[in-house]
Structures are given as C-alpha cells and as structure tokens.
C-alpha cells in the first residue's frame, strides 16, 4: 500500500477507520494464500502417496513407473494445463517419499470407495489434520527442502524458514552457504542436536557466531586488492544480505562509529544490536592475517561500549573480528578465556559444501564415541 499516495487523496473524517479496514483486508488476504500454500502443499503430499502405492503394484516397478507418470502427466495436462510435467510429478513423488517417514502414512490413507474427488479430498482433511500442522511454508520452498539429503540439517531450515520467513531466494542461499554445517561446526558438539530440533537458538553470545562468514554477495573476488574501507562500503551496499548472513535478530545502528578519551579518537567499523540477546555487537574487518594487536583493539572497544554506552538492563557487549586469517593459538592466548571477543574468517566465495559435511560428520562420529565411552 503506497501510504504518500493515499496522504495526497482527501479521505474525510475517517481516515483512521479507512486504514482498519484496510489492514484488516490485508491481513485476512495473506490469511488466505497461507492456507491455499497449505491446501496446494497437502494435495501435492497425497498424489505423492497415490503415485507410490500404485507405482508398488507394478511387477517391473522402474519401467511401470515411468510409463506411470507419463501417462498421468499427459492426462493430468490435458485437463488442467501447464505444471504437471513429469519433471514435477517427479517431484511430487519425491516429496511424498522424504517427508512421509517422519509424519506416518496411516494419517493419510484413504478409502478406496470414495464416490467423488470432493469426497476424496474431505477425507484428506480429515484423516490429514497433522499433514496441515506439519505443511506451513509454501511448495516452493519444500522443493528447495526435499533435496537436502540430510534430515537433520532439511528440519533445520524447514524451522528457519518459518521462524524467519525466509523467501524461496533467501533460503536458497542459505542452504547453499551451507548455513547450517557452518553453525554445527561453530558449536559445542552436545548443542548440534538443538538446530535440528528447535532451529537456531540465542541463549548466550557465542550462539551468533558461525565459521567462516560467507561474503559471496559483495562481489569482491580474492585475487584482488581490496582495503577495509572497500569492504565496509560494499557491506553496507549489500545491508540486507549481510544481516541475513548475521542471524537471528540484528540491527544495524552505525559504521564508524566514533568514540573519543584522552584526547584520541577510536572507530569501530560496523555496530549492531541483536534484540534477541540485548546487547550491542560491534565488528572490526581486516582484510588481512589477524594480529595480537587487532584483538587488543577489539577488547578496548568492547570495554568501552560495556562501561559508557550499554545500559544497564542490556548484556555485554559482543566483538567480532572479521578477518581473512587467523592464528586460533594467537586469538587463545591473547584474549581473555571469559571474553566475548570471536574471530572468524570470511569467505568470498560459497563454502565446499561437500567438504564442510564431511568435517561435521567426523565432529558428530567423535563425539558419539567420546559420550558412548
């Protein structure tokens, strides 16, 4: 709704009921596509179902099947138009076959003396109540989902999705930025288990914090020569693709921000505030290897934000050195063990999935063994 055009139209006495109403409308059309996203992906699950159990009565069951969907794909266009192609029917059959273990099939199967399609449909709905709990996003974004082979890492950004309200373009990149191999990675291994059951979680500083951070956006190639400046600008050129990188619950409040004692004036290149966690946290790039000296600067700055610029009903305050290398022996001795301080690397370019999957599941196997021990 373009709120200077409205301003410019003479409305009366009533603009403020005008506007009610008009939300209210708003409102009740998105009420309206969530349940017909909801609708379309029930119906999409059930001619998943119907797919495969007729597909297992087939004695040669690959050949039958493909004879199957081709056929059901020439009739089914025939009747309704374009979006039954067997490359989608395909899909539908995969969504089925992914997400029926985890819901249970019985919930779903259906008389076969229904009279009509209406009646078979009702049935759906009735016998199908958990499918409509369990479906909350829409098709598109579970045909992004269905091809996450892992279930743990597919449950959590089925919960992100929601939680964040993601688009099909943000959850994309974040599955392809491997969001949540580069959090599990970041974690303490008994908390791994929490993004797959609950998504991600903020409760305490070092939940923000992922390894590396994944700049692919900013355009900026590694080959090159870039300063920290550059960097900056193009972070701010791109804010909200960055604070998607970020995570849960940023804000952005300033970059250079400027803060002045004994005569001198200090810079802290980007502050934020994370509402989840209630406190302020402040990032210094450097585009080169990290040195014992950038952390030092990094403990002042957070100092001072604790002492003269957070209140007191906030937390500490939380600083992160975005760096192109770093040194963990020299982060660890030069910081403080209790330190809100993170250093991590970025990447300009999108992650080795493959790679960071095989680092996790290593992670995971170690300490399976270490706790089964």
Same mark, same amino acid.
């Given at each position: 709704?373009?709120?200077?055009?409205?301003?410019?139209?003479?409305?009366?006495?009533?603009?403020?009921?005008?506007?009610?109403?008009?939300?209210?409308?708003?409102?009740?059309?998105?009420?309206? $596509?969530?349940?017909?996203?909801?609708?379309?992906?029930?119906?999409?699950?059930?001619?998943?179902?119907?797919?495969?159990?007729?597909?297992?009565?087939?004695?040669?069951?690959?050949?039958?099947?493909?004879?199957?969907?081709?056929?059901?794909?020439?009739?089914?266009?025939?009747?309704?138009?374009?979006?039954?192609?067997?490359?989608?029917?395909?899909?539908?059959?995969?969504?089925?076959?992914?997400?029926?273990?985890?819901?249970?099939?019985?919930?779903?199967?259906?008389?076969?003396?229904?009279?009509?399609?209406?009646?078979?449909?009702?049935?759906?709905?009735? $016998?199908?109540?958990?499918?409509?709990?369990?479906?909350?996003?829409?098709?598109?974004?579970?045909?992004?989902?269905?091809?996450?082979?892992?279930?743990?890492?597919?449950?959590?950004?089925?919960?992100?999705?929601?939680?964040?309200?993601?688009?099909?373009?943000?959850?994309?990149?974040?599955?392809?930025?491997?969001?949540?191999?580069?959090?599990?990675?970041?974690?303490?291994?008994?908390?791994?288990?929490?993004?797959?059951?609950?998504?991600?979680?903020?409760?305490?500083?070092?939940?923000?914090?992922?390894?590396?951070?994944?700049?692919?956006?900013?355009?900026?190639?590694?080959?090159?020569?870039?300063?920290? !400046?550059?960097?900056?600008?193009?972070?701010?050129?791109?804010?909200?693709?960055?604070?998607?990188?970020?995570? $849960?619950?940023?804000?952005?409040?300033?970059?250079?921000?400027?803060?002045?004692?004994?005569? $001198?004036?200090?810079?802290?290149?980007?502050?934020?505030?994370?509402?989840?966690?209630?406190?302020?946290?402040?990032?210094?790039?450097?585009?080169?290897?990290?040195?014992?000296?950038?952390?030092?600067?990094?403990?002042?700055?957070?100092?001072?934000?604790?002492?003269?610029?957070?209140?007191?009903?906030?937390?500490?305050?939380?600083?992160?050195?975005?760096?192109?290398?770093?040194?963990?022996?020299?982060?660890? %001795?030069?910081?403080?063990?209790?330190?809100?301080?993170?250093? !991590?690397?970025?990447? %300009?370019?999108?992650?080795?999935?493959?790679?960071?999957?095989?680092?996790?599941?290593?992670?995971?196997?170690?300490?399976?063994?270490?706790?089964?021990?």
């Amino acid at each position: 709704m373009d709120e200077n055009k409205l301003s410019q139209t003479p409305h009366g006495g009533e603009t403020d009921f005008y506007k009610q109403v008009a939300n209210f409308l708003a409102e009740s059309r998105q009420y309206a $596509k969530r349940q017909l996203d909801s609708t379309i992906v029930v119906a999409y699950y059930e001619i998943g179902r119907m797919i495969v159990e007729r597909e297992q009565q087939g004695q040669q069951r690959a050949q039958y099947g493909a004879k199957l969907i081709k056929g059901l794909s020439e009739y089914l266009t025939e009747c309704y138009g374009r979006g039954f192609s067997v490359v989608n029917l395909k899909n539908i059959r995969k969504f089925y076959q992914v997400y029926s273990p985890s819901i249970g099939q019985s919930t779903t199967a259906l008389s076969e003396k229904s009279e009509s399609m209406i009646s078979v449909f009702s049935e759906i709905l009735q $016998k199908g109540q958990s499918l409509t709990a369990q479906f909350k996003i829409s098709w598109t974004h579970y045909q992004v989902l269905m091809r996450i082979e892992n279930e743990d890492a597919r449950h959590f950004y089925e919960i992100e999705t929601l939680n964040q309200q993601w688009s099909v373009k943000q959850l994309q990149r974040q599955v392809g930025s491997s969001l949540y191999e580069r959090l599990a990675l970041s974690r303490d291994k008994d908390k791994v288990m929490t993004l797959a059951n609950k998504g991600q979680t903020m409760d305490n500083p070092r939940d923000i914090f992922k390894t590396p951070y994944v700049l692919e956006f900013t355009g900026l190639e590694e080959r090159s020569a870039y300063s920290e !400046s550059e960097l900056e600008q193009t972070l701010i050129d791109n804010l909200q693709k960055f604070l998607l990188e970020l995570g $849960k619950g940023f804000l952005f409040e300033a970059r250079q921000k400027r803060f002045s004692f004994d005569e $001198k004036s200090f810079f802290v290149d980007l502050v934020f505030y994370n509402r989840l966690l209630q406190c302020y946290v402040i990032i210094d790039l450097k585009v080169e290897e990290l040195k014992h000296q950038d952390l030092g600067q990094m403990l002042m700055y957070v100092n001072y934000f604790d002492r003269f610029v957070r209140q007191e009903f906030e937390k500490p305050t939380i600083g992160i050195l975005l760096c192109s290398q770093k040194n963990d022996n020299i982060v660890e %001795l030069t910081l403080p063990k209790d330190s809100n301080i993170y250093a !991590s690397e970025y990447s %300009l370019y999108l992650p080795d999935k493959a790679l960071l999957q095989r680092k996790l599941a290593e992670w995971v196997e170690e300490f399976e063994e270490e706790r089964d021990s």
